[in-house]
């Protein structure tokens, strides 16, 4: 039996790339999902949980955003982080482009299932 959801807000299906740096060192990620506060990751190093590191990824052609995470939990496949600090404007970005993806989703479940409005 699934355990009902948690969450205040839905995570929403993503695919893009983004660079994790903590320090001098930095690695390719791949982020796999996200919210308004926080995203989950495919990393290619292992990350300890509570680590705070500086993701950059690029949302839009041309258009980054950068903020803090924290690595919230880790599993064999990827990690969650949860964002600690972030810009208005990257804030704003993000919102922007989360809307754009839920409203996608919508139209296109709409295309599926005829006789439902988006």
């Not at 950059?56 to 052609?61: D, F, M, N, Q, V």
């Not at 990827?78 to 704003?92: F, N, R, T």
């Not at 970005?93 to 709409?110: G, K, P, W």
Request: hydrophobic residues 35%.
């Amino acid at each position: 039996m699934s355990q009902p959801e948690l969450r205040n807000e839905p995570r929403v299906p993503v695919s893009f790339r983004g660079t994790l740096t903590l320090g001098e060192k930095s690695a390719a990620c791949h982020i796999q999902n996200m919210c308004s506060r926080g995203f989950l990751i495919r990393a290619s190093k292992e990350l300890p949980v509570g680590q705070l590191v500086h993701l950059t990824c690029e949302l839009y052609p041309d258009r980054w955003i950068e903020c803090n995470v924290q690595v919230r939990h880790v599993n064999r496949d990827c990690l969650g982080a949860k964002v600690i600090e972030i810009s208005d404007e990257a804030k704003s970005i993000c919102r922007r482009y989360l809307q754009e993806q839920i409203d996608m989703s919508q139209v296109a479940l709409a295309a599926v299932q005829p006789g439902t409005a988006p």
